[in-house]
């Protein structure tokens, strides 16, 4: 089965892009935003749990900043990474051959820290003309149902009128290596779990959507409808 294929089928899917020295890279780059929380933008927004470091949290991550918001304004290499073509070709190939940037953040697991983020679908709060867009989810950890893992529900796509929440039975977690990406579909319902394991965990979200869908609701996201695909072709603006 070939990706789109697969992508229609379930409403994501999973792929091994990053090797381990790139996702190495991409630890340290988020290591020099949260240790210690270190916006240097107005509009990169750091949130963490405690203004001071905890002793009793994994080290790479000790304020337990748990969400960053506007990741491509924190250096070159943030914004490098929205156009990386590996994942722009995916993208491309499940919404078409024009795309545009929508929003960059950051989720990340802190040892024990609760998930309050109940099911839901991207398209009800990032509302569009039209259900294309795709959200780029880079697993910097190995993750599984113990350790943070996304949720999602398989199919849920193309059952809108069911509502967000699953039965206990359908909800999979996504199980991934470092450097693993999570290609969702905006409809696709999914929600993050709690890390239960004593190592932090991060994950690097990147949404995309395609050039014909208009949003409808006010967003302030750094680079948003910036185009990076025209006719099947990457484009480069850096």
């Given at each position: 089965?070939?990706?789109?294929?697969?992508?229609?089928?379930?409403?994501?899917?999973?792929?091994?892009?990053?090797?381990?020295?790139?996702?190495?890279?991409?630890?340290?780059?988020?290591?020099?935003?949260?240790?210690?929380?270190?916006?240097?933008?107005?509009?990169?927004?750091?949130?963490?749990?405690?203004?001071?470091?905890?002793?009793?949290?994994?080290?790479?991550?000790?304020?337990?900043?748990?969400?960053?918001?506007?990741?491509?304004?924190?250096?070159?290499?943030?914004?490098?990474?929205?156009?990386?073509?590996?994942?722009?070709?995916?993208?491309?190939?499940?919404?078409?051959?024009?795309?545009?940037?929508?929003?960059?953040?950051?989720?990340?697991?802190?040892?024990?820290?609760?998930?309050?983020?109940?099911?839901?679908?991207?398209?009800?709060?990032?509302?569009?003309?039209?259900?294309?867009?795709?959200?780029?989810?880079?697993?910097?950890?190995?993750?599984?149902?113990?350790?943070?893992?996304t949720l999602v529900w398989p199919g849920s796509h193309r059952h809108r009128e069911r509502g967000p929440a699953p039965e206990e039975h359908e909800a999979v977690p996504v199980l991934t290596r470092p450097g693993s990406v999570l290609f969702l579909h905006c409809l696709t319902a999914h929600r993050a779990s709690t890390n239960r394991t004593a190592r932090h965990r991060s994950i690097l979200v990147n949404e995309y959507k395609s050039a014909r869908?208009?949003?409808?609701?006010?967003?302030?996201?750094?680079?948003?409808?910036?185009?990076?695909?025209?006719?099947?072709?990457?484009?480069?603006?850096?």
């Open positions: 089965m070939d990706n789109l294929a697969a992508f229609e089928r379930d409403g994501y899917l999973v792929m091994d892009v990053f090797s381990e020295d790139e996702v190495a890279r991409m630890k340290t780059m988020l290591s020099d935003l949260i240790d210690p929380p270190a916006p240097g933008h107005p509009r990169l927004y750091i949130h963490a749990a405690s203004d001071k470091p905890l002793s009793r949290l994994d080290p790479y991550n000790p304020y337990a900043v748990w969400k960053i918001v506007n990741t491509p304004l924190a250096g070159d290499a943030w914004f490098s990474l929205i156009q990386d073509a590996r994942i722009l070709d995916v993208v491309g190939g499940l919404l078409g051959p024009d795309v545009n940037f929508h929003m960059g953040f950051a989720r990340l697991r802190p040892t024990g820290l609760t998930a309050e983020e109940g099911w839901h679908r991207d398209l009800d709060t990032d509302q569009h003309t039209l259900p294309e867009l795709v959200t780029a989810l880079i697993y910097l950890d190995e993750m599984d149902a113990e350790s943070g893992a869908t208009v949003e409808l609701t006010p967003n302030d996201a750094a680079f948003g409808d910036l185009p990076l695909r025209r006719g099947g072709r990457n484009l480069s603006v850096l």
